[in-house]
């Protein structure tokens, strides 16, 4: 299917477990990002990448690694899940041409760590 | 640093009415992009509409508009002919403007967002 897609939606792990997320998309979009949803904090950015093998913290990346071998897959693996990385997890992507960034969002994985 | 604040938690409208979200933001950037997104509550992320901070007219998409009012920082969402469907939480985002910036510029900031009902 076209567009930007995020496996698994749902995810139950244990503290102390290996967690990757998946994010795939159609577009050719040289930039993708991956965000955490929390109640009461919006959208916070954990990694972004602008291109193939080009990435880059944002604002909560502790815990986390990313890679992008492919323009088109963007994965986030939490290397040893904590309860505190419980969340609702975002992949985007956008276009590089224009002035602005207008973003493209999965669908989301919902994560919970026991 | 860019910062956006909602300070509407939750917000009613009676179905057929407008509805106005408040959105401020505070940027030191010359240059940026306003951005509003509606989350329902499925979980995706939909883009609604944009500003840039030199365009001259407010933004306008359908029932979305944009009130942008750059002396006071403020970018509000209204929605005209509120509907049913319009129940969701709406977020307020900016990020610098690429023209001169890169790499993390990219980054979207969110606001903590708004919780729309929309009544019957």
């Known amino acids: 299917d076209a567009g930007i897609t995020q496996s698994p939606r749902y995810k139950i792990t244990e503290t102390g477990r290996q967690v990757t997320l998946m994010c795939h998309q159609t577009?050719?979009?040289?930039?993708m990002f991956w965000y955490r949803q929390d109640l009461g904090h919006g959208l916070r950015l954990i990694y972004y990448?602008?291109?193939?093998?080009?990435?880059d913290k944002g604002e909560v990346p502790d815990g986390y690694v990313v890679s992008r071998s492919k323009t088109e897959n963007f994965p986030l693996t939490l290397e040893s899940a904590t309860r505190s990385q419980t969340s609702v997890y975002f992949c985007?992507?956008?276009?590089?041409?224009?002035?602005?960034?207008?973003?493209?969002f999965g669908p989301g994985t919902r994560l919970t760590v026991l | 640093a860019q910062k956006i604040t909602q300070t509407q938690p939750g917000m009613f409208v009676q179905e057929k009415e407008a509805v106005t979200l408040d959105c401020t933001y505070d940027?030191?950037?010359?240059?940026?992009?306003l951005f509003w997104y509606k989350q329902p509550s499925s979980g995706e992320m939909i883009f609604l509409i944009y500003?840039?901070?030199?365009?001259?007219q407010n933004a306008t998409e359908g029932r979305y508009s944009l009130n942008f009012q750059k002396a006071r920082k403020s970018a509000n969402l209204v929605i005209s002919a509120s509907q049913l469907g319009d129940s969701a939480m709406y977020f307020c985002?900016?990020?610098?403007?690429?023209?001169?910036?890169?790499?993390?510029?990219?980054?979207?900031?969110f606001g903590s967002g708004t919780q729309l009902t929309v009544l019957p």
């Open positions: 985002a900016m990020s610098p403007s690429l023209l001169i910036s890169s790499g993390s510029a990219r980054q979207l900031t």
């Open positions: 985007a992507s956008s276009f590089t041409s224009g002035p602005y960034n207008e973003q493209f």
């Open positions: 500003q840039g901070s030199y365009d001259q």
């Open positions: 577009w050719s979009h040289s930039y």
């Open positions: 940027t030191s950037d010359p240059s940026y992009g």
């Open positions: 990448s602008a291109a193939a093998d080009i990435t």
